[in-house]
């Protein structure tokens, strides 16, 4: 005779649609193969030909500020 009450959800069941939905998302974000745009924009420029290399960047002005004493 089927069991006419209504089922209780349990926490075993919640861990386990938790833990499935985690690896879900999880295995989603390493199938995506787009570079992000942030990624793209700070590609470093190639070195001049001739030498010359330093230029002052974000990064550098960062350093300086940083470095004061």
Do not use: D, I, W
Request: aromatic share 8%.
């Amino acid at each position: 005779m089927p069991n006419s009450q209504p089922k209780t959800a349990s926490r075993r069941g919640f861990f386990l649609f938790a833990s499935a939905a985690g690896a879900a998302v999880a295995s989603a974000s390493l199938l995506t193969t787009e570079t992000p745009v942030a990624a793209v924009a700070e590609l470093p420029k190639p070195a001049p030909e001739n030498g010359g290399g330093y230029a002052l960047s974000a990064h550098v002005k960062q350093y300086y500020k940083t470095a004061r004493v």
